[in-house]
Protein backbone atom coordinates (compact mmCIF):
# COMPACT_ATOMS: atom_id res chain seq x y z
CA UNK A 1 0.00 0.00 0.00
CA UNK A 2 1.35 3.56 -0.89
CA UNK A 3 0.10 6.66 -0.38
CA UNK A 4 0.92 10.30 -1.74
CA UNK A 5 -0.25 13.07 0.40
CA UNK A 6 -0.07 16.19 -1.42
CA UNK A 7 -0.53 20.13 0.48
CA UNK A 8 0.06 23.60 -0.91
CA UNK A 9 -2.59 24.03 -2.97
CA UNK A 10 -5.28 26.93 -2.61
CA UNK A 11 -6.61 30.52 -4.30
CA UNK A 12 -4.43 33.03 -5.55
CA UNK A 13 -4.14 35.89 -7.57
CA UNK A 14 -2.49 36.29 -10.59
CA UNK A 15 1.05 36.78 -10.08
CA UNK A 16 1.46 34.99 -7.03
CA UNK A 17 3.07 32.15 -6.10
CA UNK A 18 2.48 28.97 -4.50
CA UNK A 19 4.38 25.69 -3.24
CA UNK A 20 2.85 22.16 -3.41
CA UNK A 21 4.61 19.20 -1.42
CA UNK A 22 3.95 15.49 -1.54
CA UNK A 23 5.13 13.15 0.60
CA UNK A 24 5.25 9.23 -0.34
CA UNK A 25 4.65 6.77 2.54
CA UNK A 26 3.61 2.71 2.78
CA UNK A 27 5.66 -0.28 1.34
CA UNK A 28 7.85 1.71 -0.40
CA UNK A 29 11.16 -0.36 -1.77
CA UNK A 30 12.54 1.63 -4.57
CA UNK A 31 11.12 5.29 -5.52
CA UNK A 32 12.31 6.37 -9.00
CA UNK A 33 10.64 9.98 -10.72
CA UNK A 34 8.43 11.77 -8.49
CA UNK A 35 6.37 14.93 -10.05
CA UNK A 36 3.25 16.85 -11.18
CA UNK A 37 0.36 16.42 -13.07
CA UNK A 38 -2.28 18.43 -13.70
CA UNK A 39 -6.03 18.86 -15.12
CA UNK A 40 -8.27 21.45 -16.06
CA UNK A 41 -11.42 20.99 -16.55
CA UNK A 42 -12.51 19.63 -19.36
CA UNK A 43 -9.51 19.17 -20.54
CA UNK A 44 -6.93 16.26 -20.05
CA UNK A 45 -4.62 15.45 -17.68
CA UNK A 46 -1.21 16.87 -18.71
CA UNK A 47 2.64 16.77 -17.28
CA UNK A 48 3.63 19.68 -15.51
CA UNK A 49 7.30 18.28 -14.39
CA UNK A 50 9.19 15.56 -13.43
CA UNK A 51 12.36 14.99 -11.28
CA UNK A 52 14.28 11.69 -10.98
CA UNK A 53 15.84 10.28 -7.74
CA UNK A 54 19.54 11.36 -9.36
CA UNK A 55 18.03 15.04 -9.79
CA UNK A 56 17.50 15.29 -13.16
CA UNK A 57 14.09 17.36 -14.30
CA UNK A 58 11.65 17.74 -17.02
CA UNK A 59 9.29 20.56 -17.51
CA UNK A 60 6.36 21.31 -19.82
CA UNK A 61 6.93 24.15 -21.83
CA UNK A 62 4.65 26.31 -19.76
CA UNK A 63 6.41 25.59 -16.73
CA UNK A 64 9.77 26.20 -17.52
CA UNK A 65 10.22 29.47 -16.78
CA UNK A 66 8.14 29.74 -14.06
CA UNK A 67 7.54 26.71 -12.24
CA UNK A 68 10.53 24.68 -10.12
CA UNK A 69 10.60 21.24 -9.00
CA UNK A 70 12.94 19.51 -6.11
CA UNK A 71 12.43 16.58 -3.82
CA UNK A 72 14.14 14.80 -0.26
CA UNK A 73 15.12 11.14 -1.50
CA UNK A 74 15.83 10.40 2.30
CA UNK A 75 12.14 12.05 2.83
CA UNK A 76 10.48 10.29 0.18
CA UNK A 77 9.27 14.32 -0.82
CA UNK A 78 8.78 16.40 -3.50
CA UNK A 79 7.88 20.07 -3.92
CA UNK A 80 6.61 22.09 -6.79
CA UNK A 81 7.11 25.72 -6.58
CA UNK A 82 4.94 28.14 -8.89
CA UNK A 83 5.81 31.68 -9.61
CA UNK A 84 4.14 34.19 -11.75
CA UNK A 85 0.55 32.05 -11.70
CA UNK A 86 -1.77 32.68 -14.52
CA UNK A 87 -5.43 31.71 -14.44
CA UNK A 88 -4.98 29.52 -16.98
CA UNK A 89 -2.83 27.21 -14.43
CA UNK A 90 -6.07 26.38 -12.35
CA UNK A 91 -6.54 23.33 -12.28
CA UNK A 92 -6.33 20.03 -9.83
CA UNK A 93 -2.39 19.44 -9.56
CA UNK A 94 -1.38 15.50 -8.88
CA UNK A 95 1.26 14.29 -7.46
CA UNK A 96 2.52 11.20 -9.24
CA UNK A 97 5.78 9.03 -8.19
CA UNK A 98 6.98 5.98 -9.93
CA UNK A 99 7.86 3.11 -7.21
CA UNK A 100 8.90 -0.47 -6.62
CA UNK A 101 6.65 -1.61 -3.73
CA UNK A 102 8.01 -4.22 -1.04
CA UNK A 103 7.26 -7.90 -2.49
CA UNK A 104 6.26 -6.28 -6.25
CA UNK A 105 8.45 -7.09 -9.30
CA UNK A 106 8.52 -3.92 -11.21
CA UNK A 107 7.94 -0.18 -10.50
CA UNK A 108 4.23 1.25 -10.78
CA UNK A 109 2.96 4.78 -11.30
CA UNK A 110 1.11 6.57 -7.93
CA UNK A 111 -0.91 9.55 -8.22
CA UNK A 112 -2.16 11.30 -5.07
CA UNK A 113 -6.08 13.02 -4.86
CA UNK A 114 -4.83 15.63 -5.68
CA UNK A 115 -4.88 19.46 -4.56
CA UNK A 116 -6.81 22.50 -6.07
CA UNK A 117 -5.06 25.30 -7.47
CA UNK A 118 -7.15 28.68 -8.07
CA UNK A 119 -5.55 31.71 -9.92
CA UNK A 120 -8.12 34.53 -9.88
CA UNK A 121 -7.48 36.91 -12.72
Known amino acids: QVQLMESGGGLVQAGGSLRLSCAAS????????MGWDRQAPGKQRELVARITNGGSTNFADFAKARFNISRDNAANTVSLQMDSLKPEDTAVYYC???????????????WGQGTQVTVSS
Open 96 to 110: YALIWTMGSTAFRNY
Open 26 to 33: GSIFRLNA
